[in-house]
């Protein structure tokens, strides 16, 4: 099981910052997605425990950024300089083994029931 928290309706400009907690293993890797309403879901960020290598989708490079606590089963986004259209339900995600493409949402393997992130202008 994945349990999202932090989602709020912020200003523009403001920071947030989500976590996710997993029940169980946190797997080859954990990421984040978001849904914006009449939209397909999109990929965010993704942090591969093996080196603690991180990806991220262009849209959020150097605004968003991806960590986490493998010991501890636990990912944090923590987003700043949010704009309108950073509006969405987030996902959080787990993927148990290898990937080559982490933006790839059907590789993850368990995904959590999402958090709202509003972002006014």
């Known amino acids: 099981e994945l349990v999202e928290s932090g989602g709020e309706r912020v200003q523009a400009g403001s920071s947030l910052r989500l976590s996710c907690q997993a029940s169980?293993?946190?797997?080859?890797?954990m990421g984040w997605f978001r849904e914006a309403p009449g939209k397909d879901r999109e990929f965010v960020a993704t942090?591969?425990?093996?080196?603690?290598?991180?990806f991220y989708a262009d849209s959020v490079k150097g605004r968003f950024t991806i960590s986490g606590d493998n010991a501890k089963n636990s990912v944090a986004l923590q987003m700043h300089e949010l704009k309108p259209e950073d509006t969405a339900i987030y996902y959080c995600?787990?993927?148990?083994?290898?990937?080559?493409?982490?933006?790839?949402?059907?590789?993850?393997?368990?995904w959590g029931q999402g958090t709202q992130v509003t972002v006014s202008s």
């Open positions: 995600a787990v993927v148990m083994s290898y990937i080559d493409d982490p933006q790839r949402d059907y590789e993850y393997d368990f």
């Open positions: 169980e293993n946190s797997g080859y890797a």
């Open positions: 942090i591969i425990w093996d080196g603690e290598n991180t």
